[in-house]
């Protein structure tokens, strides 16, 4: 299982928190996945695929500013600055290059990684992200819910987000419950301004559209049937834009699939991976 224990690292002046299950070969050129979490999450949302991938994989999980086990700042939650931060944090473990599996946020800031610093990885794993700006028909209404978390807390807004987040039938399924309660315990413990300050900082996001037709590592595009958040059209204008990307859907899923559906995930990745390491 991943592990618990939040380490930390400077990086941009800031102490950066990540999980890492370290080598598990004893070697030097064992490959490393970076996972990036979605807002409003953490690392740990990757639990179930780095227990798997652990056995063949050094995994580390970043987790983003005021969100998991990174403290909040006052600023620097823009999408330029979470990439300076991954990116910061791949050299200063001296990790890459890495494949990068990102979902939502994660897959912003993979991204930005992989259009402007392409050196540091050897794959992209795109999982519910887009490349475009936040919906405008969308903006109010989360920026509403970024409030309402900063005054009230989660509990005010649990279902409204919920429903973003997950998919209609697993948010059906009394199995998943607590998988839920446990999202929103750990969300509530967080700091709200953080919280606040990041969702902020991903609906005001630019646009990549215009950098991503540069990337050249090899990519894989996934996103959930039932995704509130990301649109199956969003998702795959991704593979429009990034040369030979791989697109896939994944059934009975919403924005969080690797929590929903964690081993069609799973085996997603690990096919996908397979085909670059040989």
């Known amino acids: 299982m991943l592990s618990t224990i939040i380490r930390t690292i400077e990086v941009n002046g800031v102490p950066i928190g990540y999980t890492d299950t370290g080598d598990p070969n004893g070697r030097s050129d064992t490959p490393v996945i970076v996972f990036g979490h979605s807002l409003l999450f953490g690392g740990w949302m990757f639990r179930a695929q780095i227990a798997v991938l652990r056995e063949h994989y050094r ?115 009394p199995a998943a419950a607590d998988t839920i309660d446990e999202w929103a315990e750990r969300l509530d413990r967080i700091d709200r301004a953080g919280t606040s300050r990041a969702i902020r900082g991903a609906i005001g996001r630019a646009p990549a559209d215009r950098e991503i037709s540069g990337i050249t590592a090899p990519t894989l595009v996934a996103v959930g049937a039932d995704d509130a958040v990301t649109p199956i059209a969003d998702a795959w204008r991704l593979t429009e834009l990034i040369p030979k990307a791989r697109f896939e859907v994944i059934e009975n899923a919403g924005h969080c699939c690797v929590l929903e559906q964690p081993g069609v995930v799973t085996a997603l990745v690990q096919s996908f991976l397979a085909d670059i390491d040989g």
């Open 59 to 173: 995994c580390i999980a970043i987790d983003w500013r005021g969100q998991g086990g990174t403290q909040p700042t006052s600023g620097g939650y823009d999408m330029d600055t979470l990439t300076a931060d991954a990116v910061g944090l791949i050299e200063a473990l001296g990790l890459a290059p890495v494949h990068w599996v990102g979902i939502g946020m994660g897959g912003f800031v993979g991204q930005r990684v992989a259009a402007r610093r392409g050196e540091l990885l050897r794959s992209l794993t795109l999982l519910s992200s887009s490349a475009g700006a936040q919906d405008r028909r969308k903006v109010g209404r989360y920026t509403r819910l970024a409030w309402a978390v900063r005054l009230f807390g989660v509990d005010v807004v649990r279902g409204k987000v919920a429903r973003l987040l997950f998919g209609p039938a697993f948010l059906a399924d």
